[in-house]
């Protein structure tokens, strides 16, 4: 995406020359594509003396998948700055949104050298983390970096927008099904709208493959993070399609009993709590089926590189596979309304 050489450029001729971090780098010897995801894609970075950074260049300045937000690698980079003291983030140290020298906004940040340990390994650790986040004191210099989430009135505007997306094929066999339920997704809001804001410093995309660990579990990918109710991280923690995308099966009764015991405490009634947390799940699952439409659309507008392109296609692609269903989409729908006949 970003050729290699640029970056050694970029380090060789160090055009921030008041920029006392990157003055202070040595040599770079190194630099290796590890990821990328559906707006970002990750470097790693390996100089002279061996010390290790990850460059996170953010090529698709789009919306997030459930507030709408625009993602920003700057509130990216602040987010971290906030977080750090809390040793639950990577720590980071430069960030650029000129593109004077690439195309893309990017920020430098701490490489965890992380084990190949997988959240189904250690839930309990996992939920120990999203814990240690809600706790985050919310002082007056978070609420200026953080947005609040989503309220139902937001949701039903960005419901809308997505619809307006995927209006040339608004005839398809999937597409026909948001238009014809949008107001069953409006009004299910209605019944939820405690659950829709909060006070807390929430992740938001709490995904299997967002959590690194060494020693203990790290929380990587925070530009869907926001001030609201800590009850949407548990929920996606019981969201069985984050797990089938990234482990290939789905969470066991075991799994998600441990996930709420280790949240809320070994004596707290699982069965309230978990009834609670999966009120959200339909909003989630219709905002995730709805967003693969919309991102598979709005990529054929994009003018990315076709390598890019492709990587991006088949991501979509895999994951529209799994998930994008019309008797999963039609399940999820029924769920909303049946709470809406109570």
């Known amino acids: 995406m970003i050729p290699i050489k640029q970056i050694k450029h970029f380090f060789a001729k160090q055009p921030h020359p008041k920029n006392t971090f990157l003055i202070g780098l040595p040599k770079l010897k190194v630099v290796k594509e590890i990821g990328k995801g559906l707006a970002n894609a990750n470097y790693l970075l390996t100089f002279k003396d061996g010390q290790k950074l990850i460059m996170r260049f953010n090529f698709w300045k789009d919306k997030d998948w459930y507030t ?178 990234t482990l290939g099966r789905k969470l066991t009764e075991d799994e998600k009993v441990l996930i709420l015991k280790t949240y809320f405490g070994k004596t707290a009634s699982t069965v309230k709590l978990r009834r609670e947390a999966e009120k959200l799940l339909p909003i989630y699952y219709i905002d995730l089926f709805l967003f693969l439409l919309y991102k598979n659309a709005e990529l054929k507008k994009q003018k990315f590189p076709k390598a890019l392109h492709r990587f991006l296609q088949k991501r979509l692609t895999l994951a529209i596979g799994i998930i994008l269903k019309k008797e999963e989409i039609l399940f999820w729908f029924r769920e909303m309304e049946m709470t809406l006949k109570k």
């Open 68 to 245: 709408g937000n625009v993602i920003s690698i700057k509130n990216e980079y602040q987010v971290l700055k906030f977080l750090e003291s809390y040793e639950i983030t990577p720590k980071v140290y430069f960030v650029d949104t000129s593109k004077k020298f690439f195309p893309f906004e990017f920020l430098i940040e701490e490489y965890i050298a992380h084990d190949s340990s997988k959240v189904d390994s250690d839930f309990s650790g996992v939920v120990e983390t999203v814990k240690k986040l809600h706790k985050v004191k919310v002082t007056k210099d978070a609420q200026k970096i953080f947005s609040i989430d989503a309220d139902e009135s937001r949701k039903s505007k960005l419901y809308n927008q997505r619809l307006k997306s995927i209006s040339s094929n608004k005839g398809g066999d999937i597409e026909k099904i948001f238009f014809e339920k949008k107001d069953i997704y409006r009004k299910y809001l209605a019944t939820v709208t405690d659950l829709l804001s909060g006070k807390s410093v929430i992740h938001h995309d709490p995904f299997p493959e967002n959590f690194l660990h060494k020693n203990h579990w790290y929380l990587v990918d925070w530009q869907t993070s926001v001030i609201g109710n800590p009850m949407h991280d548990v929920a996606y923690l019981l969201m069985d399609f984050i797990y089938q995308f």
